[in-house]
């Protein structure tokens, strides 16, 4: 039985782990969970799991420990860092949104953990810092998952590594695009995922931040990352190969077959998700990407140029002006304005270290509320 983690558990891929875990009686035993908003939802895990901790990010009733007698709780941070870093914890499932998990992923990849990386904020503002630790990730992310399960077995004569892009809610969108409502941009035609994540897949910078991640993560040319389009969202990766062939690996779309490729790895474990009917698979599209079909994806590949502090400011202002889109305080079409102004306008700085990043992160996007005139 492997003890995991799952930080983010009450989110989109958190409770998608929490099924697969289901999904694999016996293997596993769900050693701690985390929350922040959602305290109800962490209280109705804990009582079903009956986890040894349970991380509160957000500080929160007395009440609530006082009916769940059943998990240590530890706040904050330092919690999460805690956490991680037990001996007793095999794999830690890395889905807390945003960058409030870097110093803990940090850490446990130092105590030699398996980090189960969902989180692409924190490969895309420390990629840097995340090589030569002890412990392995193991990406989650769907494309990177594909790419990781050819490139883990045959690492030679790679000439390319393709992402797919489903291509969101608008890519055949006729109407005004600075008129689209935050509903309308949440309701992704495939996935369902966390709010900044559904806006970022309709912006493409999602697409845009999973370039970076793969770069980090496969240690391949920057300009041998390619991205299409690919709206069934089937094929999850391709990676070519010198000699003209091409592997692809391919799923139906859901979350839960590549956490369950890494909870499980190095095995393949039937979980009971059903496979792919291939004699079925007849309308698969691929088409390219042009320069200026989306402009966020534009301005990540701009960044990765520049890398360094560029990305942390490139998902900073990415987060935070898909924050104020949410709120209703902008209009989509400003999110890469926005964007691109603040990268315009960064001068490099160090990012050496987690404090850096978060130092930066924080900067930005007040900088961005700024921008936006929100506050002065
Ligand atoms: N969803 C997908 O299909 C998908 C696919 C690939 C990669 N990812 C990546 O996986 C990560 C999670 O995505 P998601 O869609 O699962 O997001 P989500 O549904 O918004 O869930 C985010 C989780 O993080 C927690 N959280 C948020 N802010 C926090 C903070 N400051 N401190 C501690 N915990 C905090 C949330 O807790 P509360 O809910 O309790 O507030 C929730 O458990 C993201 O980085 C995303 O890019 C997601």
């Known amino acids: ?79 999460l860092e805690f956490l991680a870093t037990l001996p007793e914890v095999d794999i830690v499932v890395m889905a807390i949104s945003g960058l409030a998990g870097l110093k803990c992923t940090l850490k446990a990849l ?54 797919t892009a489903s291509g969101g809610p608008f890519l055949n969108y006729k109407g005004d695009i600075k008129k689209v409502s935050p509903e309308q941009v949440l309701k992704h035609p495939v996935w369902k995922m966390g709010k900044r994540i559904s806006v970022d ?17 496969f240690g391949v040319k920057k300009e041998s ?21 091409v592997k692809a690996v391919c799923s139906i779309p859901d979350m839960r077959y590549s956490i369950n490729y890494c909870l499980n790895f190095p095995l393949r474990v039937d979980c009971g998700l059903p496979g792919l009917d291939v004699s079925k698979m007849r309308n698969l599209s691929f088409y390219d990407v042009r320069a ?29 002006s898909v924050k104020i889109f949410l709120e209703g305080l902008i209009s989509f079409d400003k999110i890469p304005i926005l964007i691109e102004k603040m990268l315009a306008k960064h001068k ?15 900067q930005i996007r007040e900088k961005i509320r700024i921008e936006a005139g929100l506050c002065r």
Request: one cysteine or more.
């Open 110 to 163: 130092e105590a030699g953990k398996i980090v189960a990386l969902a989180t692409k904020e924190i490969i895309v503002c420390a990629g840097h810092l995340l090589t030569d630790k002890k412990g392995k990730i193991l990406p989650v992310d769907s494309e990177h998952n594909a790419i990781f399960q050819i490139l883990n077995r045959e690492n030679s004569g790679v000439s390319s590594i393709i992402l």
């Open 201 to 217: 897949s309709a912006t493409m910078m999602n697409k845009g931040l999973e370039i970076i991640e793969a770069f980090y993560l």
């Open 348 to 362: 490099r700085v160090s990012v050496d270290t987690p404090d850096d990043i978060l130092s930066l992160d924080f």
């Open 292 to 320: 200026g079909m989306f402009p966020c994806f534009d301005l990540a590949k701009e960044a990765l140029k520049k890398a360094g502090s560029y990305l942390t400011v490139l998902n900073a202002a990415d987060e935070e």
């Open 225 to 245: 990352i390619k991205v299409v389009l690919h709206p069934q969202a089937i094929v999850h990766g391709f990676v070519k190969f010198c000699d003209g062939f």
């Open 1 to 79: 039985m492997k003890n995991v983690v799952v930080f983010g558990s009450t989110g989109s891929i958190g409770r998608a782990t929490l099924d697969v875990i289901d999904r694999n009686p016996g293997k596993f035993s769900v050693y701690g969970i985390s929350a922040c908003k959602q305290e109800g939802l962490l209280i109705r895990q804990i009582k079903k799991y009956r986890p040894k901790f349970a991380v509160f990010t957000e500080k929160n009733s007395e009440k609530s420990r006082v009916k769940t007698k059943k998990a240590k709780y530890l706040y904050g941070e330092d919690g």
